[in-house]
């Protein structure tokens, strides 16, 4: 079983929306702290945001205002709503725990054009 199956990516315009969804086959998410991640082409993987198993979120500042992450433990599931979206965003989405061992998805992609 995959660990973690990312969902909810798709082609929007400047200024649109879009959620974002990380399913796990375990309770991962409920156990520690998650993260969203992106990779643009050309670039490496970037972390955008964490939340605390208590619910403690941190953003990275380019995202911070337009990006909100949470999560469903009983659904087994994190989110990022993601508001405002400008075409810099443009990029590969992930989710993990952070400095574990939990193996990669496949991302989901994101594309923010007019």
């Known amino acids: 079983q995959v660990p973690l199956v990312e969902s909810g990516g798709g082609l929007v315009q400047p200024g649109g929306s879009l959620r974002l969804s990380c399913t796990a086959s375990?309770?991962?998410?409920?156990?520690?702290?998650m993260a969203w991640y992106r990779q643009a082409p050309g670039k490496e993987r970037e972390y955008i945001a964490t939340?605390?198993?208590?619910?403690?979120?941190m953003y990275k500042d380019s995202v911070k205002g337009r990006f909100t992450i949470s999560r469903d433990n009983a659904k087994k599931t994190l989110y990022l709503q993601m508001n405002s979206l400008k075409p810099e965003d443009t990029a590969v989405y992930y989710c993990?725990?952070?400095?574990?061992?939990?193996?990669w998805g496949q991302g989901t992609q994101v594309t923010v054009s007019s």
């Open positions: 993990n725990a952070p400095n574990s061992q939990v193996p």
């Open positions: 375990t309770s991962i998410i409920s156990i520690y702290t």
């Open positions: 939340i605390s198993k208590g619910g403690t979120t």
